[in-house]
């Protein structure tokens, strides 16, 4: 009789998990075991961590419809791998590869004392797998996507109920309790459930809108996944599968190319998984080196600002809060306060990146770094360090009519549309009538943009200290 561990890390899924089916494979009795590891939770991510308690929950609730249940326990995880082990009699651990740096040195120390089996299911490629022909790693997207489609994709497998989940050994440790959730007023439900129902949502109307509208502020034509993804809810390989459904079943060319554009998103998530995996020195530094001295600002009352959303320029301030109060923002709304707070306000992208991990439900170190140096130009295939964004004009094109705005600034609920976008612009008759005073109901802008590009393009060239030689090619 063999026991297996099967330890959940970012696979909190029974659907299509490589992870899950090599341990039911191998095991006539299986442990699911989750472990809090301190080090993880010490992260001020409340919103991140009441969206994971919630999916543990709802993943222990389907592992007792199997017969099963979750193992929950706190500790080093070397430490706590070794009490199971002990407990159980043991004699194998199934997980799934993870790539970041921590989990990469976590793994290598229980490799060296247990039987540890990892099984590649996070991404769609395994991050070292696509390179150039030289064996170089790709660093432009373009060409990484290409690479990508020219391999046939793996097909999702072993869906749940096709399967028989092992019995609990007899001799199991104590689980210890799931840590409540704090946090209220989550963007989405936790779950591989929930996940599911998104999806399906998603499918069903929303991505034959993706091209036309999902830079739209105010719209829902994008899938809200990445939670979902974030913490393996949902399987990557089975979001591929359904673009290429979409794709292949598309009645028109136009509903073919929206399915088609979700498909080179769900790869860009490949792509940067495969630029940590190659480079760990971005989650420390720019990527480009003759970008890494930069003198930035030191200005946290700005910083503040920012992150409390009360910068004065509305579209920045709409994300920012909705950011805040729900751990979700818009991929557009992303990218303009990232912007803003690198360009405009010349501070470090990486408080930036630091302040996003902390409220992202959807935070992760390969796809927040990219997104962010990306933003300040400073990445691998980021925008030209000088295209510096006018949120006044970003506000115009994509909430043309103020309503995402109004929805997160409610100060701002009855500024007339002619000055939704700069409300500092006002005449004061119309302030007192729209109750928004800018000085005491809305803060004035902190800084004017029309000022800041020679400020913003001289830090950069200054900082421009040498040119990069690239050594792969
Ligand atoms: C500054 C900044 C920080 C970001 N931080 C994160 C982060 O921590 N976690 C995260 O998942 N995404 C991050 N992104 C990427 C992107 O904003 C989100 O993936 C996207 O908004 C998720 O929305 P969705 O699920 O509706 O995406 P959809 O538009 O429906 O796309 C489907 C999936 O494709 C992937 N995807 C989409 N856009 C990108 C992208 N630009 N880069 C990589 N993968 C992408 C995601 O997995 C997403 O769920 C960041 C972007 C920026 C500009």
């Given at each position: 009789m063999t026991t297996g561990i099967w330890w959940i890390r970012r696979d909190l899924r029974l659907d299509d998990n490589p992870a899950l089916q090599e341990a039911v494979t191998h095991s006539d009795h299986l442990v699911p075991l989750y472990i809090l590891d301190p080090t993880l939770l010490s992260h001020p991510a409340e919103k991140r961590?009441?969206?994971?308690?919630?999916?543990?929950?709802?993943?222990?609730?389907?592992?007792?419809?199997?017969?099963?249940?979750?193992?929950?326990?706190q500790g080093e995880p070397q430490q706590v791998i070794a009490?199971?082990?002990?407990?159980?009699?043991?004699?194998?651990?199934?997980?799934?590869?993870?790539?970041?740096?921590?989990?990469?040195?976590?793994?290598?120390?229980?490799?060296?004392?247990f039987p540890f089996w990892l099984v590649h299911?996070?991404?769609?490629?395994?991050?070292?797998?696509?390179?150039?022909?030289?064996?170089?790693?790709?660093?432009?997207?373009?060409?990484?996507?290409?690479?990508?489609?020219?391999?046939?994709?793996?097909s999702p497998c072993c869906a749940e109920g096709k399967f028989r989940i092992p019995p609990l050994p007899e001799n199991l440790p104590v689980s210890q309790p799931?840590?409540?959730?704090?946090?209220?007023?989550?963007?989405?439900?936790?779950g591989e459930k929930a996940g599911f129902e998104r999806l399906q949502h998603f499918l069903a109307g929303p991505i034959t809108r993706y091209g036309q509208e999902r830079?739209?502020?105010?719209?829902?034509?994008?899938?809200?996944?990445?939670?979902?993804l974030r913490f393996g809810m949902l399987s990557i390989r089975g979001?591929?599968?359904?673009?290429?459904?979409?794709?292949?079943?598309?009645?028109?060319?136009?509903?073919?190319?929206?399915?088609?554009?979700?498909?080179d998103q769900l790869i860009w998530r490949d792509f940067y998984f495969s630029i940590l995996h190659h480079f760990p020195q971005v989650l420390k530094t720019s990527f480009r080196k003759d970008l890494q001295n930069i003198q930035w600002r030191?200005?946290?009352?700005?910083?503040?600002?920012?992150?409390?959303?009360?910068?004065?320029?509305?579209?920045?301030?709409?994300?920012?809060?909705?950011?805040?109060?729900?751990?979700?923002?818009?991929?557009?709304?992303?990218?303009?306060?990232?912007?803003?707070?690198?360009?405009?306000?010349?501070?470090?992208?990486?408080?930036?990146?630091?302040?996003?991990?902390?409220?992202?439900?959807?935070?992760?170190?390969?796809?927040?770094?990219?997104?962010?140096?990306?933003?300040?130009?400073?990445g691998t295939d980021a925008a030209p360090y000088f295209r510096i964004f006018n949120p006044t004009l970003q506000g115009r094109k994509f909430d043309p009519?103020?309503?995402?705005?109004?929805?997160w600034v409610p100060e701002l609920t009855r500024v007339p549309d002619k000055y939704i976008h700069q409300p500092w612009l006002m005449p004061s008759e119309i302030q007192q009538q729209s109750g928004c005073v800018i000085g005491i109901h809305y803060p004035r802008p902190i800084v004017d943009h029309q000022q800041i590009k020679e400020r913003t393009l001289q830090a950069y060239h200054t900082g421009q200290k040498y040119q990069v030689l690239e050594s792969c090619d």
């Open positions: 961590k009441s969206f994971l308690f919630d999916g543990l929950r709802a993943l222990d609730a389907s592992l007792r419809r199997h017969g099963s249940q979750l193992v929950v326990m009490d199971v082990v002990h407990t159980t009699g043991a004699q194998a651990i199934y997980a799934e590869a993870d790539y970041s740096p921590y989990a990469r040195k976590r793994d290598q120390a229980i490799a060296a004392n299911g996070l991404t769609v490629f395994p991050p070292g797998f696509i390179q150039k022909s030289t064996g170089c790693p790709y660093t432009v997207y373009t060409y990484f996507n290409r690479a990508w489609k020219s391999l046939p994709t793996p799931i840590p409540p959730s704090t946090a209220r007023n989550l963007a989405l439900q936790a830079d739209l502020l105010a719209s829902d034509a994008t899938s809200m996944l990445a939670p979902y979001l591929v599968a359904e673009a290429r459904f979409a794709m292949e079943n598309a009645t028109d060319e136009q509903t073919h190319k929206n399915a088609s554009l979700w498909l030191n200005a946290p009352q700005d910083l503040e600002a920012w992150k409390q959303g009360k910068t004065g320029y509305p579209v920045v301030d709409a994300g920012m809060r909705q950011l805040r109060q729900t751990g979700w923002m818009h991929n557009r709304a992303r990218m303009i306060t990232a912007s803003f707070l690198v360009k405009d306000l010349l501070i470090n992208w990486q408080d930036g990146e630091a302040w996003f991990m902390e409220q992202l439900l959807d935070g992760d170190p390969a796809l927040n770094n990219g997104g962010w140096q990306w933003s300040a130009g400073v009519e103020g309503e995402y705005i109004r929805r």
